[in-house]
């Protein structure tokens, strides 16, 4: 569809990088808190000699906490925004890390994976409302800079299970919990941003909105090949996630360090894509960016030797 010019939402105001430097660097923290999960499943099999089935459950309730659970979040936040729930997400988190450290058994192991999604999901939508309301107007960039924060939170676990827990042992993540008291001051902070702008802007005009003129049944259609491509995506990502670095361990014999610093390199590409899929989505399509990203993993996947 084709725009004119003057046809372009215009910004009516500036972009407050201050807000969207903080809230990715919250971003940062959350998300690389959340990815101590994963990265720490060879620490937790030995430790409990747990099987890959249990692995999986702690996977499965960490998703439907994190992933399930953030869409009704966000319904409630859409009808009254709460700004201050911030830190109370990143309450969670503490809790989830504080358990995952002192856990005597695999019950709680899965209570502290639930208190980690729950962090997860109360952070994201209200987290990510900051950043659009940070923008002003230039909301591909906000979700940009937010987004990468995240990325780059998720590739760190990696490495720090690796290079500082696994020498500490399991206990060594209430280490982290510093982290997350930090983010809490920050968001707090933020959210004090949040409240304090929203009542300004309140009455404001808005910024001018083109809407697609399609009908119900195409809008359906193509959130319903979004739904099944983001699916699909987060199917074998989790999947890697979770279970790459035994296949490095068992197949190539490598231990536990290298295996995790190879899963940091996996993850880290993961982050440079979210940098490297902007601009090149804008050149040559945001369409043809998604469906090769999506596809383009394929031939990957399938090439893979999986043994047992």
Request: aromatic share 12%; proline share 6%; charged share 10%.
């Amino acid at each position: 569809m084709s725009q004119s010019l003057a046809e372009r939402p215009t910004r009516t105001r500036s972009t407050v990088f201050p807000v969207l430097g903080a809230i990715s660097f919250c971003h940062f923290l959350n998300d690389t808190m959340q990815s101590l999960l994963p990265a720490l499943y060879p620490i937790l099999k030995g430790s409990f000699a747990l099987d890959f089935g249990q692995i999986g459950f702690l996977t499965l309730v960490y998703q439907i906490t994190a992933s399930l659970l953030q869409p009704l979040v966000g319904l409630v936040s859409d009808r009254k925004p709460r700004p201050y729930s911030l830190p109370v997400g990143m309450g969670f988190t503490l809790m989830g890390l504080v358990t995952l450290a002192f856990a005597p058994s695999y019950l709680l192991l899965v209570c502290g994976a639930a208190l980690l999604g729950i962090g997860s999901s109360v952070f994201h939508p209200e987290s990510s409302r900051i950043a659009r309301l940070a923008s002003g107007g230039a909301h591909g960039l906000a979700q940009s800079v937010f987004q990468v924060g995240g990325n780059f939170g998720t590739a760190m676990g990696p490495l720090l299970a690796a290079y500082f827990v696994l020498p500490r042992g399991r206990e060594s993540l209430a280490w982290f919990a510093l982290a997350a008291l930090g983010g809490m001051a920050l968001l707090g902070i933020l959210g004090r941003w949040y409240e304090q702008t929203s009542r300004t802007q309140a009455g404001k005009p808005s910024l001018t909105v083109l809407h697609a003129h399609l009908s119900r049944v195409q809008v359906g259609k193509a959130l319903l090949i979004l739904i099944a491509l983001v699916f699909s995506k987060y199917f074998y990502l989790a999947s890697i996630t979770s279970y790459y670095t035994f296949y490095l361990m068992h197949h190539f014999g490598l231990p536990v360090r290298t295996a995790q610093t190879y899963l940091f390199v996996f993850l880290a590409a993961t982050a440079a894509g979210t940098i490297i899929g902007g601009p090149v989505g804008d050149r040559i399509g945001r369409k043809l960016v998604i469906w090769v990203s999506i596809l383009g993993c394929c031939p990957s996947l399938s090439c893979c030797p999986m043994r047992g």
